[in-house]
């Protein structure tokens, strides 16, 4: 699918596709974008991102040309504004996982957005509140590993790419369209947190949670309504960092 046939068949879908072929961040011109005005669900795609940011403001690791590193814009101002905004990266991650669920692969979700394949990561998802005349925005930034054929040693075990793991090279247009597409309807639906249950491989095991300054091993037993995972020993984290512990 080329750019023009990718523009034409996001009509109806989502806003404005810009596509820069190198950018530091596309969340940072998104951002720019938005408070100059842009509309909800305008999207920002770049073949090489050079200063890219993971959740945590851990680095991102970008080959040009074999992902899709992209920011989308979402803008709300009604009353259920809070929880839209709240579960936005929720629904970005359920929004991916089911796009490649469709497309063959036995996915699942690292709480809280962590996409899996083979318990190894292939996307990351990074999403900036804005405050804007118009309403609250979210600018949600994702890097899916699509071509990539290898990575660095120091995340070769715990990355991984679509091509990898379904042993073909895959059309990034197609897949970025998919996944717009399926999050556009997933904003507002009413069985999102059914959906992301379903999906969330942490719940029933034992994890480590770091929380920024204290770390401490626990049970996830659930998620709450707002996404929020719930503990063995009644808390609920919001936000943190959480390991998959392997049990003997």
Same mark, same amino acid.
Request: hydrophobic share 45%; charged share 20%.
């Given at each position: ?8 068949? /996001? ?23 938005? /408070? ?37 814009? /979402? ?107 399926? /999050? ?65």
């Amino acid at each position: 699918m080329s750019l023009s046939e990718m523009q034409k068949s /996001l009509q109806g879908i989502a806003g404005t596709l810009v596509w820069l072929e190198e950018t530091d961040s596309t969340n940072r011109v998104l951002r720019e974008m938005a /408070l100059g005005g842009a509309e909800h669900l305008t999207v920002v795609a770049t073949d090489h991102q050079v200063a890219g940011r993971g959740r945590l403001d851990r680095s991102w690791f970008s080959q040009p040309g074999a992902a899709i590193q992209c920011s989308t814009l /979402l803008v709300f101002g009604d009353e259920h504004e809070q929880r839209r905004v709240g579960l936005s990266n929720v629904a970005a991650a359920v929004a991916l996982a089911e796009t490649l669920t469709e497309a063959g692969l036995e996915v699942a979700i690292k709480w809280p957005n962590d996409v899996l394949v083979s318990q190894k990561k292939v996307s990351g998802i990074l999403s900036e509140l804005i405050d804007l005349p118009r309403g609250s925005a979210v600018v949600l930034g994702i890097g899916i590993n699509v071509n990539n054929a290898s990575f660095p040693p120091e995340i070769a075990s715990t990355a991984t790419s679509l091509a990898i793991e379904g042993g073909r090279a895959w059309d990034r247009w197609e897949l970025l369209r998919s996944f717009i597409a399926r /999050l556009s309807g997933l904003i507002d639906a009413a069985d999102l947190i059914v959906r992301y249950r379903a999906l969330c491989s942490t719940i029933g095991k034992q994890v480590r949670v770091d929380t920024g300054g204290v770390t401490f091993n626990a049970t996830a037993t659930g998620l709450d309504s707002w996404g929020g995972l719930v503990l063995a020993d009644g808390q609920v984290l919001h936000v943190g960092d959480i390991t998959h512990l392997h049990q003997a």
